[in-house]
């Protein structure tokens, strides 16, 4: 270990920077957070340290670097772009066993600037010791995306509660059982959705359990919208929860690039439907899924797209609802928003659509019909969910309630996926386009359609540099 990895508490405690660009500005930026009371030497200010200086947030020592200036500081910073005066820097904190960072300059560093990721107070940093910043840069990415914005919230709240803990759990394994509990459970969804008094309530509530000898596990439901397809349509927060599940009831649309991001050993059910297919019943469903939460599990029930957006989201929660569950939703990007815009084709435009409507081919048996004079109208959009069994029938009213024949149409199969297809043609086309059509398939409808000539596949070429062009079929 070429570094050893410590925390300073920087409060009032007074540092030297040595230059005024841009770069000493950023390392101005990090010690001001940590409450550091900030010196600075330099020949000029940029226009960011000058605020701050005009501000008397922090002191401009003067213009030309003196060794005594080093005699009264917890460390020194120089970032300057004169190699000579960095040298010199370093060596007179040297001197003063004052510890000391040049910027980029890894041999002349007796402390160095992790990347950070703050949940403050939660605090991670990573480090390569100088030899890959960029690595360790990319790392950092990484694990931002694993740690919920809410997790510093939580920390900030348990230990407040520490102290209440140690006096009703006396041994060490018992609390640290406890926290474990804790930071697994409800407590953690409700910090995660801002819920911050009924989670100072479940805290309460857990501890006193605990303290009792319960350690009664409370399960929860969390309805998860994994997108279109593209794994990387996938929403953080969806992300965050798919790894905490102990179960994951998914549908037969989530792609496996996504199943792949589950925690590893949570347990997987499919539970899909697909038509003309062998699929689980919607009834077994809600009563798997309330099962597994009431045997104290947290249940991740994954749908492909959004939910809310004919996923029958809203009736599960129901039945969750209803058997006393606790629950949360984490929406996601819905199969006409993602499916469309790989595809080039608009939702809405200014000269060609003024508003969008979104319907399903499958209807309840016992719905009224559609407003078939409506969704005729020109200058308007409809993407059609689950349609291309009905595609004859949606062609056929829509002509004979007024919608002009050759109006574009896409059917867009395995949307935002690497095998992608997007079929155009007009609308009297509209059954042949979608018998042709891998499933799932999405219709869509109206004059933004023409614009998939111009601008498909722009975007989503260069994220598919390495892999095979979606197929595009015309038969306008």
């Not at 200086?53 to 917890?74: G, I, K, N």
């Not at 360790?136 to 520490?162: C, H, N, Q, T, Y």
């Amino acid at each position: 270990m070429d570094y050893l990895p410590l925390f300073a508490d920087l409060k009032q405690r007074p540092v030297l920077v040595v230059g005024g660009g841009e770069v000493a500005a950023r390392k101005v930026d990090l010690l001001q957070r940590a409450g550091a009371e900030i010196r600075i030497v330099a020949q000029a200010l940029s226009p960011e340290l000058e605020n701050l200086h005009q501000e008397a947030r922090v002191h401009w020592l003067c213009r030309a670097f003196e060794p005594q200036q080093l005699d009264d500081v917890f460390l020194v910073i120089a970032a300057t772009d004169d190699n000579v005066l960095n040298a010199e820097v370093y060596a007179e904190a040297d001197k003063r066993r004052v510890l000391a960072n040049v910027v980029d300059d890894q041999p002349r560093c007796s402390f160095i600037f992790p990347s950070i990721i703050d949940r403050s107070p939660l605090v991670v940093a990573v480090s390569s010791s100088g030899q890959a910043p960029v690595l360790a840069r990319m790392l950092r990415e990484k694990l931002e995306a694993l740690l919920p914005v809410s997790i510093g919230r939580m920390a900030d709240l348990a230990g407040g509660f520490r102290s209440k803990v140690k006096q009703q759990l006396s041994s060490v394994g018992a609390r640290r059982r406890f926290w474990e509990k804790v930071f697994s459970g409800r407590f953690a969804s409700l910090v995660a959705s801002d819920q911050m008094v009924k989670a100072q309530q479940q805290l309460e509530q857990d501890l006193t359990t605990f303290a009792q000898g319960k350690e009664a596990n409370q399960g929860e439901i969390a309805l998860v919208g994994a997108g279109p397809g593209d794994v990387g349509l996938l929403t953080l927060r969806g992300l965050q929860v798919m790894q905490q599940a102990d179960v994951v009831l998914y549908d037969s649309l989530v792609s496996e690039e996504t199943l792949d991001l589950v925690r590893r050993d949570a347990e997987r059910i499919c539970v899909g439907k697909r038509a003309g297919a062998h699929s689980v019943i919607q009834d077994e469903t809600n009563r798997l899924m309330v099962a597994l939460a009431q045997q104290g599990k947290k249940v991740v029930r994954l749908k492909g797209g959004d939910p809310f957006i004919f996923g029958r989201g809203g009736e599960e929660l129901q039945v969750a609802a209803a058997a006393g569950i606790p629950f949360q939703v984490v929406p996601g990007v819905t199969a006409a928003a993602g499916a469309t815009a790989y595809a080039g084709i608009p939702l809405t435009h200014r000269d060609h659509a003024q508003c969008v409507t979104f319907i399903t081919g499958h209807c309840r048996t016992d719905s009224d019909g559609l407003d078939w004079v409506n969704l005729a109208r020109a200058r308007q959009t409809l993407v059609i969910y689950m349609g291309t069994m009905k595609a004859a029938d949606i062609s056929r009213n829509l002509i004979t309630h007024g919608r002009d024949a050759n109006t574009p149409v896409a059917v867009i199969s395995r949307g935002t996926r690497m095998d992608q297809w997007v079929q155009t043609g007009n609308l009297q086309q509209l059954d042949q386009l979608a018998q042709q059509a891998p499933l799932p398939a999405l219709l869509v409808i109206g004059e933004v359609v023409a614009l998939h000539h111009q601008i498909a596949w722009f975007g989503h070429q260069q994220q598919m540099a390495s892999a095979v062009r979606p197929a595009v079929v015309n038969l306008a």
